[in-house]
């Protein structure tokens, strides 16, 4: 495809839980700092446009088709995914659009992922669980291995898991390359309103908490400014920038409120370690009552979501999701049954939509 090099320097973030957040820090306090930056992220809430952005704008219907219409041409009969010629498309326009820095979210995984092509001048790995058991393996240390396939040799790597995986530190010492590790060469406090950063003689002190609500963003954000850290020579960002950052970060879906007369919550957590985050700090506001509207695919641990959310769940609301990996509404109730007892009482739905409709009224 021709492409010319996508920016001076890339970033590629990795992760369980916590990339989309990770993304959204870096992306936001770059932007304040004055940098041109192109972002490219999945899956999207609502339109497609929503995963390639630049300068924090998603890009144009006609600039994705013009896009895909040379993937199209350039693939010439050799058989893509869908992700592979999304990717393909994303990293097109950014060629062309004269960017300080290009940030990429891997898709699953990420030795095998297709942003994985493009070699990072950093890789960042946000936190280690279980999920897509079927492509990466079935244990923590096999998903970690997995995420590591980001880093590259002589490259400097970020780790933002205080329980950083065994197979994480042995790829980055058989590559091999610097892996800065939450806990160890970086560390953070947790100051009331503020919170403070440190690596070696480096120190960023009464920052603004992240507009992200929860208190394990504050993990994110110290794997975000170890990034900086690493790539201050080449871009530097001040205090002041990254407190602008911090304080007006994007993105929907973690843990959005919602005002209304009856207050909404919205989260995208789809596994054990996302909704356990969800529910402890959902806790911590102290609802009085609250009313669980569930919808997963069908691939997903659905036992275990709900076993973490059972204690909060006032009423359950269990709706299908209209996809060809969608669970219906009636294997979630099974699931629940399980969980809590085949006496579970829910109210059943054919979407989302219905689900939340029912809530409202009541």
């Known amino acids: 495809m021709d492409m010319k090099r996508l920016a001076p320097i890339v970033v590629t973030v990795a992760g369980t839980n916590g990339k989309g957040s990770s993304v959204?820090?870096?992306?936001?306090?770059?932007?304040?700092?004055?940098?041109?930056?192109?972002?490219?992220?999945?899956?999207?809430?609502?339109?497609?446009n929503e995963r390639i952005r630049i300068d924090g704008t998603p890009v144009s219907d006609q600039e994705i088709c013009a896009a895909f219409a040379q993937v199209e041409f350039a693939r010439a009969g050799t058989p893509l995914t869908y992700f592979e010629f999304g990717t393909l498309a994303a990293l097109s326009l950014f060629s062309e659009a004269m960017l300080d820095i290009v940030i990429l979210e891997v898709g699953l995984g990420g030795r095998l992922d297709a942003v994985n092509i493009i070699d990072a001048d950093v890789a960042l790995i946000a936190t280690i669980g279980i999920d897509h058991t079927e492509f990466l393996g079935d244990t923590r240390e096999l998903i970690a291995l997995e995420k590591a396939g980001i880093m590259r040799k002589g490259k400097p790597a970020v780790c933002s898991d205080i329980d950083v995986a065994s197979s994480i530190k042995r790829f980055a010492h058989e590559l091999p390359t610097q892996l800065e590790i939450l806990g160890n060469s970086y560390r953070y406090s947790d100051d009331g309103e503020y919170w403070s950063w440190w690596s070696g003689d480096t120190r960023r002190v009464e920052l603004p908490k992240p507009s992200l609500i929860g208190d394990y963003q504050l993990g994110n954000a110290a794997g975000v400014l170890m990034v900086l850290e690493v790539l201050k020579d080449r871009m530097p960002?001040?205090?002041?920038?990254?407190?602008?950052?911090l304080r007006h970060i994007d993105l929907p879906g973690r843990f959005q409120r919602v005002s209304g007369e009856v207050e909404t919550i919205l989260d995208v957590g789809h596994n054990a370690q996302a909704v356990d985050a969800f529910v402890r700090t959902l806790i911590n506001l102290e609802p009085r009552r609250t009313h669980v509207l569930l919808g997963m695919l069908d691939m997903k641990d659905h036992q275990s979501v709900i076993r973490l959310l059972a204690p909060i769940a006032h009423t359950w609301h269990l709706t299908s999701v209209i996809s060809r990996?969608?669970?219906?509404?009636?294997?979630?109730?099974?699931a629940l049954k399980l969980v809590v007892g085949r006496s579970a009482v829910a109210c059943t739905y054919d979407s989302v939509a219905s689900g939340y409709r029912s809530i409202a009224a009541t």
Request: charged share 25%; proline share 2%; with cysteine.
């Open 325 to 334: 990996k969608g669970a219906s509404s009636d294997d979630l109730y099974d």
């Open 24 to 48: 959204a820090m870096l992306e936001s306090i770059l932007r304040q700092a004055g940098y041109r930056v192109g972002t490219y992220t999945s899956p999207h809430l609502c339109v497609y």
């Open 237 to 245: 960002v001040t205090d002041v920038e990254v407190a602008r950052g």
